[in-house]
């Protein structure tokens, strides 16, 4: 095993083992030993989250383990997060993002604002459980290019529906994209919910945001 597959193992680790104390230092020593941030949180800490969710599925874990395991990435991610930002940042675009209605998960949501920003992205984070007509105000207020939502469970991804029936109602519509994504969702979904894309991972995500800036010019 490669130093870097070492590390990247470690961070997986101490997700799977809800090691909150130890993970600032593995997250450290992988920016020392020259991983990228993009990598330690793909390759190590997402992997982790992944086999959290099997254990829960399996009776394995509980919900305090749900939990314990959310704060140890996010303790990951505050280590990892400065290093993404560095230099001078001209905004290429603008995103308005927000998990939907009646869902809280937001680890997810938060690693896509981490790179749209370090890819030079101004984000306004309308947070949890927002709901269409927050999200409709938020488009008036900020203009933004793009909407992005997150939904991890099956009963909200259909709240997803109801923004973009919104922003026709509104009127916004035409004003911007709309990326979807979570765990649940498909591409399929995306289509029949009228939004414009699908992200299946973060990364896939903001190289389809920024496609759309760049062709917007
Ligand atoms: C951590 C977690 C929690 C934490 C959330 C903490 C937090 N701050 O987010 C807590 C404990 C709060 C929680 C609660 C619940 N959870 Co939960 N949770 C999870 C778990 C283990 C991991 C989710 C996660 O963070 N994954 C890691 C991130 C990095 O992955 P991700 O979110 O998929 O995001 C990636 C992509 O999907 C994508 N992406 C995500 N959003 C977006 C948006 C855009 C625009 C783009 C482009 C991309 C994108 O990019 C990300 C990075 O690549 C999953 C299991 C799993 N494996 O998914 C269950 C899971 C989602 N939870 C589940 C359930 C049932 C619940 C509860 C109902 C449990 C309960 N009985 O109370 C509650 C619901 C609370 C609520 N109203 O939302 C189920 C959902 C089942 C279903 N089909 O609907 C799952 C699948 C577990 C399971 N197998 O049963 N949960």
């Known amino acids: 095993m490669s130093r870097k597959e070492e590390i990247l193992a470690r961070l997986r680790d101490a997700i799977v083992n809800l090691d909150y104390e130890g993970i600032r230092d593995v997250a450290k020593e992988a920016i020392e030993a020259g991983l990228s941030p993009y990598e330690a949180i793909m390759e ?3 992997k982790g989250m992944d ?9 394995e874990y509980f919900l305090a383990e749900l939990i314990m ?5 996010k303790e990951g991610l505050s280590v990892l997060e400065p290093y993404m930002k560095k230099g001078e940042i001209k905004h290429i675009g603008k995103v308005v993002i927000g998990t939907v209605e009646g869902d809280l998960h937001d680890i ?8 749209l ?10 947070g949890v459980d927002v709901s269409a007509e927050k999200f409709v105000e938020a488009v008036r207020k900020h ?3 793009i909407v992005a939502m997150s ?6 991804m259909v709240n997803m529906e109801k923004v973009v029936k919104a922003l026709e109602e509104a ?3 035409d004003k911007v994209k709309i990326i979807v994504g979570g765990a649940p969702l498909t591409e399929e979904f995306a289509k029949q919910i009228g939004a414009d894309a699908y992200g299946r991972d973060a990364v896939v995500g903001v190289e389809i945001c920024r496609r759309w800036v760049s062709e917007k010019g």
């Open 117 to 126: 920003t370090a890819s030079g992205f101004e984000v306004v984070d309308l």
């Open 44 to 46: 190590g800490m997402a």
């Open 69 to 73: 395991a959310g704060e140890t990435m």
């Open 108 to 115: 997810g949501k938060n690693i896509v604002i981490t790179l």
């Open 143 to 145: 203009k933004p290019d």
């Open 151 to 156: 939904a991890l469970l099956t009963t909200t």
């Open 51 to 59: 086999i959290v969710g099997q254990k829960y599925e399996q009776g």
């Open 171 to 173: 009127g916004l519509r």
